[in-house]
């Protein structure tokens, strides 16, 4: 599955961005998905992960509360609402595809190139 994440932006603090994540092939719905992110010189780190039918999400400590993952799967889409932003979320945001809900990025087997998160105080 080949993945393209796109939305990301220069926002203030406490404003909101929607990220989005296409997925290609037609076998979307098979996948878990995740979004991670990682900051200059950090780590890439757990945002949040929805399972296959979108029933079960999970989230970060840092972000529970302020962001939403959902996916549309007859779109093929998977997205993360982001809200009350703060500058510690500066970050370049990537999705991910995998077997199971996890929050270690090996557990992924498919990545999109990223995209810039950039919030300014």
């Known amino acids: 599955v080949q993945l393209q994440a796109s939305g990301g932006g220069l926002v203030q603090a406490g404003g909101s961005l929607r990220l989005s994540c296409a997925a290609s092939?037609?076998?979307?719905?098979?996948?878990?998905m995740g979004w991670f992110r990682q900051a200059p010189g950090k780590e890439r780190e757990f945002v949040a992960a929805i399972s296959r039918s979108g029933s079960s999400t999970y989230y970060a400590d840092s972000v529970k509360g302020r962001f939403t993952i959902s996916r549309d799967n007859a779109k093929n889409t998977v997205y993360l609402q982001m809200n009350s932003l703060k500058p510690e979320d500066t970050a370049v945001y990537f999705c991910?595809?995998?077997?199971?809900?996890?929050?270690?990025?090996?557990?992924?087997?498919?990545w999109g190139q990223g995209t810039q998160v950039t919030v300014s105080s």
């Open positions: 991910a595809a995998g077997l199971s809900v996890s929050a270690l990025p090996w557990a992924y087997g498919y």
């Open positions: 092939g037609r076998t979307f719905s098979s996948y878990v």
